[in-house]
């Protein structure tokens, strides 16, 4: 086989500069099912922390949210000529202006 690449740098070749940090390994992912989004709709709350939402509201750390639909439709299944087609003004659609 074929040796596998190394992402250190050759030797004698200096670390890159200006790299990024590496990001957290274990982003913070929070899934809440429907009954826990009506829950905190009834009381207020952020879905993304224990404080009460408002247009103005901003919450305090960031994360990452990962919001699915639950009717069993995997995205890899939709046809997207279709959606794409949904999304496409027919003649109908378009306004005529009278002269």
């Known amino acids: 086989g074929f040796p596998?690449?190394?992402?250190?740098?050759?030797?004698?070749c200096p670390p890159p500069a200006?790299?990024?940090p590496t990001p957290p390994s274990n982003p913070r992912f929070r899934h809440l099912s429907e009954v826990e989004?009506?829950?905190?709709?009834?009381?207020?709350?952020?879905?993304?922390?224990?404080q009460k939402w408002s247009r103005q509201h901003n919450?305090?750390?960031r994360l990452?949210?990962?919001?699915?639909?639950?009717?069993g439709v995997?995205?890899?299944?939709?046809?997207?000529?279709?959606?794409i087609a949904e999304d496409?003004?027919?003649?109908s659609d378009t306004p005529v202006q009278a002269q």
């Open 18 to 20: 200006g790299l990024l």
């Open 4 to 12: 596998r690449p190394s992402s250190d740098p050759p030797p004698g």
């Open 74 to 83: 995997c995205p890899s299944e939709l046809d997207l000529e279709s959606l």
């Open 64 to 71: 990452f949210l990962f919001v699915a639909d639950t009717d």
């Open 37 to 50: 989004m009506a829950e905190r709709r009834e009381k207020g709350l952020c879905f993304n922390c224990d």
């Open 88 to 91: 496409t003004p027919s003649d």
């Open 59 to 61: 919450c305090c750390g």
